[in-house]
């Protein structure tokens, strides 16, 4: 089992910033591709990024490229998601994700939720 947890969501206007961590206990994190999902009201889940266990690997949605970073720091068993010139439609709840395969990163090869944190968007 692994437990994710997820913090760092709030409220923030357009144009600015966030870092979303998700901290990770139980089997050998570094084993793990971790992923962050999200999903807005009435849409389904969608990828946002993934990172290798070993980090040389990323991973981005098209809507992010550019103002997302996704890291980690397997010493800590953390992954994080850097969120900068947010806009009003990465208006969701995010969802850090554990997988033990490779590319593509989809909701059906997760192994593993965290139970998600709010990040609102506002104009």
């Known amino acids: 089992q692994v437990q994710l947890v997820e913090s760092g969501g709030g409220l923030v206007q357009a144009g600015g910033s966030l870092r979303l961590s998700c901290a990770a206990s139980g089997r050998t994190f570094s084993n793990y591709v971790m992923a962050w999902f999200r999903q807005a009201p009435g849409k389904e889940r969608e990828f946002v990024a993934a990172?290798?266990?070993?980090?040389?690997?990323?991973n981005y949605a098209d809507s992010v490229k550019g103002r997302f970073t996704i890291s980690r720091d397997n010493a800590k068993n953390t992954v994080y998601l850097q969120m900068n010139s947010l806009k009003p439609e990465d208006t969701a709840n995010y969802y850090c994700?554990?997988?033990?395969?490779?590319?593509?990163?989809?909701?059906?090869?997760?192994?593993?939720w965290g139970q998600g944190t709010q990040v609102t968007v506002s104009s």
């Open positions: 990172r290798t266990g070993s980090g040389t690997l990323t």
């Open positions: 994700a554990a997988s033990d395969t490779i590319w593509p990163v989809t909701p059906g090869r997760v192994n593993y």
